[in-house]
């Protein structure tokens, strides 16, 4: 299988348009575009697609996250951030177009995302992100885009990976998360591909 996108080449920086977050003073509110993306070569069998988008490079610990004067030292250890989770795409399904699913910044998170007919999003880690915040606080499903800590030494990654399955349909209710998607998809993946951006908010490290 092949996966690309005209917004961003592998291991290529992903445009600001695509990110929650933008350089500011220090950050801003992005477009928070859901970036285009496009398959093909799906394996004979193919009945549906997952497509999900990892960052693995989030810090384990918020001590020093977004704090004046202090950095986040790239060698602590890192934790997983999903910023996306689609299940149930469709087979005849090859391509998304930049901002089919998310083209904004929704306090409180999108309730219904838009997506292929028939499939279903799950909940981003967003969700815990703004656990608490009174403006921002809420249910965050679908896509919601880069934002890492403008103070990290440490470049993220971004992974997205679509998954071609041998059902068409898993058992999943919107607001579903990364450990039910993956316990759900176990023994169904026929193939997958994945494509990497990076992005930075640091200006000292370069994406």
Not at 101 to 118: Q, R
Not at 157 to 177: C, M, Q, V
Not at 180 to 196: D, F, I, N, Q
Request: aromatic share 8%; glycine share 10%; with cysteine.
């Amino acid at each position: 299988m092949q996966l690309r996108s005209d917004n961003f080449q592998h291991g290529k920086p992903i445009p600001p348009a695509c990110a929650f977050g933008k350089p500011g003073k220090p950050v801003a509110l992005s477009d928070n575009r859901n970036p285009h993306l496009a398959w093909k070569n799906a394996p004979t069998g193919t009945r549906s697609f997952v497509l999900t988008c990892i960052d693995p490079d989030v810090p384990s610990k918020p001590d020093d996250v977004n704090q004046e004067g202090r950095k986040v030292p790239a060698d602590l250890p890192r934790i997983e951030f999903a910023h996306w989770l689609m299940a149930n795409i469709p087979a005849e399904c090859g391509e998304l177009s930049e901002g089919s699913c998310s083209d904004e910044i929704t306090p409180h998170g999108k309730k219904e995302p838009f997506g292929p007919p028939g499939s279903v999003q799950g909940v981003n880690n967003y969700t815990d992100w703004f656990a608490g915040d009174a403006d921002m606080g809420g249910t965050y499903l679908g896509y919601d885009g880069p934002c890492p800590p403008w103070n990290d030494t440490l470049v993220h990654h971004y992974h997205f990976r679509i998954h071609a399955l041998d059902t068409e349909n898993l058992s999943l209710k919107p607001g579903f998360t990364l450990a039910e998607l993956r316990a759900a998809m176990t023994g169904h993946v026929l193939a997958e591909a994945t494509l990497t951006g990076t992005y930075s908010l640091n200006p000292s490290v370069p994406a």
